[in-house]
């Protein structure tokens, strides 16, 4: 088994793309990342992107953009999962963790070789159709530089309550603000003239978007305004020729399961995001 790096997500995508996009929803962490790099010819200190080859076959594939390496796997022995996990401990030994199906993360946690708290398990769900619902009183409307200042305060609060084992920082999460208002990729419900929750496209890949950062604060709560406006960006989605919408849900937070679940989207795949213990 060999371990092929390369040089940018370009190179990598050239090589690779074909396999990821078989599974395209679940690999969309892999494949949302290395779309969302500005310049995908440049080389991206830090970053990492890898394929293991059993002879002319890629058996599996990982990046590490951040802290945490983002792992696939093509075939169920997953012995192309514990060369990638030799060739992290070898290279880059202090990555913080890992992600992507269950059982993967898993092997390859344990093939490293760190202890390791597993700090969430994840729903990855998938939407072909959207389901009719009464929505709440309002509209959805893309946000503006205009609501940054919000945005930026609601999505560090959304971090919190989604008890995210890595935090971004403030320039971290003011950066992806900023580039996804100006995409045209935030969207905000508006009721009354006042912005009373948000919801973002946070990746996107060949035939999806994966929507992500829905939040409405406390004192919004309870009068459908994230279920209204996450069925509305998804039709939005749809309506732009996408063939699939795709989000995450905590497995541990059965009423937003639910409120999905009523929108369209069907659970598909358990994730791990696993955080290791220095």
């Known amino acids: 088994m060999n371990i092929i790096p390369y040089k940018n997500p370009q190179e990598f995508l050239q090589n690779t793309l074909h396999l990821l996009e078989k599974n ?20 991206f200190d830090g970053c990492v992107f890898l394929n293991a080859i059993d002879g002319n076959d890629i058996k599996s594939s990982s990046i590490k953009t951040l802290h945490k390496a983002m792992v696939t796997s093509y075939d169920d022995n997953m012995l192309g999962v514990k ?30 070789g760190k202890q390791f708290v597993e700090s969430k398990v994840l729903i990855v769900h998938k939407l072909e159709s959207i389901n009719p619902l009464p929505l709440s009183e309002g509209s959805i409307v893309q946000a503006s530089m205009e609501d940054v ?78 279920t209204s406006c996450v069925h509305k960006l998804s039709e939005t989605v749809l309506e732009r020729g996408f063939k699939y919408c795709g989000l995450y849900t905590d497995k541990a937070n059965p009423t937003s399961n639910n409120i999905y679940k009523n929108i369209g989207y069907v659970p598909i795949e358990e994730h791990s995001d696993i955080e290791f213990i220095d």
């Open 83 to 112: 060369a990638l996990a030799e060739y992290y401990k070898e290279y880059f030994p202090r990555i913080k963790g890992v992600v992507g199906k269950s059982t993967i993360a898993i092997k390859f946690s344990n093939w490293f």
């Open 24 to 43: 395209e929803i679940e690999n969309n962490l892999i494949l949302g990342l290395c779309n969302g790099l500005i310049d995908n010819q440049k080389k």
């Open 149 to 226: 200042k919000l945005i930026i305060d609601w999505s560090i609060n959304f971090e919190n309550d989604a008890n995210s084992s890595i935090k971004s920082s403030y320039n971290e999460i003011l950066t992806s603000v900023v580039r996804r208002i100006e995409s045209g990729n935030f969207y905000k419900w508006i009721c009354d003239g006042e912005i009373v929750s948000i919801a973002a496209i946070v990746r996107q890949t060949t035939n999806a978007c994966i929507i992500g950062v829905v939040y409405t604060p406390s004192y919004y709560r309870g009068k459908g305004y994230a």
